[in-house]
């Protein structure tokens, strides 16, 4: 079956030399896969105080000096994270990976002390075993689509780094599932008490084969309100059949399908609105 899954890590106070990262969830080595591809559809990072770059490195990719590397700017304002890659994720093309390579992960910064600056990327698998997610492509959407609804969750992140603890759509602060029903999660905006301190967001469940969907805290309406439908146009090589990359959840699996932060140093509380279809 189809998988999405979530890598993540943080540096703290990163300095004028690439720091490998710690790992807040997975690790940089691909899942074992041995049917179809796997790729890197995108990756993020969030901007703080500072400006700095984030590095994947691996001999099986490119090369084992510079990789990817991606540079981010400072938090704005507005707290918005910066995409660091939005050019990779809304091509026809993305990175192939290797099963069972391990990718390293570093970020380079200003060593501003305290300052937390986390990165997520977002790996696609053709097919994993033992993953049993629930996906569907646009044009499946756009013919079961019947009605849109919104799930407010409001979870608060740590302050370490690491993923806050998981809050179940069923604890929603507003909206309600009609009983045994699908639906697809299409997008999702988001706020925040302290304003540029969240990196990411996930869902977890039973319906996302127990893996983590990563999410970037961007203040991009434009970008959110629609990741998952312009993550599948992104990825199909002909446009007019988008990958089946929309996460379904059925209602009945609310109470264990759990909505995760990431957060920087600094206390703070977030309220996502997940943008969901119910689905025929």
């Known amino acids: 079956m189809a998988a999405l899954d979530t890598i993540s890590g943080f540096v703290t106070a990163p ?7 710690t790992f807040s969830n997975g690790t940089g080595t691909i899942r074992n896969f041995n049917q179809g591809n796997a790729y890197l559809v995108t990756l993020w990072t969030q901007g703080n105080t500072s400006a700095g ?10 090369d084992n000096v510079n990789g990817i590397t991606v540079r981010w700017d400072a938090a704005t304002a507005a707290g918005n994270t910066l995409v660091t890659s939005a050019p990779t994720v809304f091509t026809q093309w993305q990175q192939p990976l290797v099963a069972q390579d391990t990718l390293a992960f570093s970020i380079l910064g200003s060593a501003v002390a305290g300052d937390i600056i986390n990165f997520s990327a977002l ?10 997610g629930n996906f569907i492509g646009e044009k499946e959407l756009d013919a079961r689509a019947k009605n849109m609804t919104t799930l407010i ?5 740590g302050t370490t780094g690491a993923w806050s603890a998981g ?5 929603a602060t507003f909206g309600t599932l009609k009983a045994n029903t699908n639906y697809a999660l299409v997008g999702y905006s988001y706020s925040e008490t302290a304003p540029g301190n969240c990196a990411s967001f996930a869902i977890q469940g039973v319906d ?9 805290a961007v203040k991009e309406y434009s970008i959110t309100s629609e990741w998952f439908t312009r993550l599948g146009r992104a990825m199909a090589s002909d446009i007019a059949n988008p990958f089946p990359i929309i996460p379904v959840i059925n209602s009945a699996n609310a109470g264990g399908t759990l909505v995760y932060n990431l957060n920087n140093e600094n206390a703070n509380t977030t309220l996502i609105s997940l943008q ?3 689905l025929s």
């Open 208 to 216: 996302t084969g127990n893996l983590f969907i990563g999410m970037p």
């Open 123 to 132: 790996i696609y698998y053709d097919y994993l075993v033992g993953s049993v």
């Open 167 to 171: 809050v179940a759509l069923s604890a």
């Open 53 to 62: 770059y984030t590095r994947v490195l691996s001999p099986r990719l490119h």
């Open 276 to 278: 969901l279809v119910e």
């Open 153 to 157: 969750i409001s979870n608060t992140g």
């Open 15 to 21: 300095g004028a030399a690439f720091t490998a990262v």
